[in-house]
Every structure is written in structure tokens, then in C-alpha cells.
T-cell receptor
Framework: AQSVTQPDIHITVSEGASLELRCNYSYGATPYLFWYVQSPGQGLQLLLKYFSGDTLVQGIKGFEAEFKRSQSSFNLRKPSVHWSDAAEYFCAVALTGGGNKLTFGTGTQLKVEL | NAGVTQTPKFQVLKTGQSMTLQCAQDMNHEYMSWYRQDPGMGLRLIHYSVGAGITDQGEVPNGYNVSRSTTEDFPLRLLSAAPSQTSVYFC????????????FGEGSRLTVL
């Protein structure tokens, strides 16, 4: 069965600092890969996704992620964090054609210090 | 532009009671899903639907029923609530299985005493 690991439960960064959130997946083939963000009391919003092609993908709000097949990783990055980026971030995977059946990681809670 | 609407937002039940969480979307999406979110466990798929009249089980279906009589609505029924069903429930929809963009409702927080 496919699985997603987000090893960092909590991360604290200073505003203006760079950010990297880690995500590793376990699956026999390359699945669809996603990052979602959840603000307090809200549903999830898609930040970016990778299906194929260029391994560096750009998303909304200045986020990017890099797919590394050799490491089964899909880490999320942002060069300069803003206080409004404080939220919970979820990495997710899906089988090809299974875009309504995502497997989510356990999430990383991001705190931004002013 | 409502998107995915869930009701109620909050509910407290006693063990053994039944209830229905409502989900409606106005985007004409064929595909809808229910997830539950528990601390430290991320979101887990309960049931999903690929169109009116077609539903299937996800990862954690026990204790829940769904039906899909229309494209717009996808209610989730708890038949006999248990404390283990205390959770935040999210409904989501998507237009395509190959775009990966799920549109989520704002969630329904359920407490079972």
C-alpha cells in the first residue's frame, strides 16, 4: 500500500527565513504528488502538484517543490516565509487516475516567528 | 461562488445516536469524497463516489454509509455513533481524476460522548 511520511510534526521559522518541509512516499511507481495547506478552521487548499515532466514545480503563494525519484521525496520550499504562511501543510499522493482518492501524510505544523 | 458546502459545522452526539453530515457542491463535479481528520493521523478516506449512483469504500469505511442520488449531494451517515468517530470530517470534490485538485469544504467537527 502507498504511504506518505512527513517526518517533521512541528517547524518554527523566523519571518523572512527560508523554509523546507520534507515529504517521502512509498509506492512502486511514481504516483501523483501534491502539497495542500490548511489554515486554522478551514478546509485544505492545493498549493501545487506533480504528475510528470519538470521535477521542479511552482505553486501558489510563492511555494515550490522538487520531485526526486531516487529519494522518493517531494519536499516543499519557500525562499522567504511570511507570517501569513503559518498553517498546517500536508503532502499527499494518488495513483494514476485516482485523483479523488488521496493518501495524506500526517502533516507539518508551521509556526512563523515575527 | 459557494464551492463545497458542509453542514452542520459542529455537532455533539451521544453514543448510539445516528446522524447525517451533509455535503453539497455547485461545481458540477462528478467525483466526491469524504475524509476524516484526526490529530497526528492526517486525513483518511472514508468513502468516495465517481458519479450519481456509484459509491465505494475508502480506507476507513466502517460505521459510515453514503449514497449519491444527485451529482450535487453526497451525504455521510453515521448509523450508530461511537466515541471513536469523534473527528473533523471533510467533504471534497474534483472535476477530473487526473487533475488532482480536490476542493474541500470547511469541515464538520463531530464529538461523540
Amino acid at each position: 500500500a502507498q504511504s506518505v511520511t512527513q517526518p517533521d510534526i512541528h517547524i518554527t521559522v523566523s519571518e523572512g527565513a527560508s523554509l523546507e518541509l520534507r515529504c517521502n512516499y512509498s509506492y512502486g511507481a511514481t504516483p501523483y504528488l501534491f502539497w495542500y495547506v490548511q489554515s486554522p478552521g478551514q478546509g485544505l487548499q492545493l498549493l501545487l502538484k506533480y504528475f510528470s515532466g519538470d521535477t521542479l514545480v511552482q505553486g501558489i503563494k510563492g511555494f515550490e517543490a522538487e520531485f526526486k525519484r531516487s529519494q522518493s521525496s517531494f519536499n516543499l520550499r519557500k525562499p522567504s516565509v511570511h507570517w501569513s504562511d503559518a498553517a498546517e501543510y500536508f503532502c499527499a499522493v494518488a495513483l494514476t487516475g485516482g485523483g479523488n482518492k488521496l493518501t495524506f501524510g500526517t502533516g507539518t505544523q508551521l509556526k512563523v516567528e515575527l | 461562488n459557494a464551492g463545497v458546502t458542509q453542514t452542520p459545522k459542529f455537532q455533539v452526539l451521544k453514543t448510539g445516536q445516528s446522524m447525517t453530515l451533509q455535503c453539497a457542491q455547485d461545481m458540477n463535479h462528478e467525483y466526491m469524497s469524504w475524509y476524516r481528520q484526526d490529530p497526528g493521523m492526517g486525513l483518511r478516506l472514508i468513502h468516495y463516489s465517481v458519479g450519481a449512483g456509484i459509491t465505494d469504500q475508502g480506507e476507513v469505511p466502517n460505521g459510515y454509509n453514503v449514497s449519491r442520488s444527485t451529482t450535487e449531494d453526497f451525504p455521510l451517515r453515521l448509523l450508530s455513533a461511537a466515541p471513536s468517530q469523534t473527528s473533523v470530517y471533510f467533504c471534497a470534490s474534483t472535476a477530473s481524476l487526473n487533475t488532482g485538485e480536490l476542493f474541500f469544504g470547511e469541515g464538520s467537527r463531530l464529538t461523540v460522548l
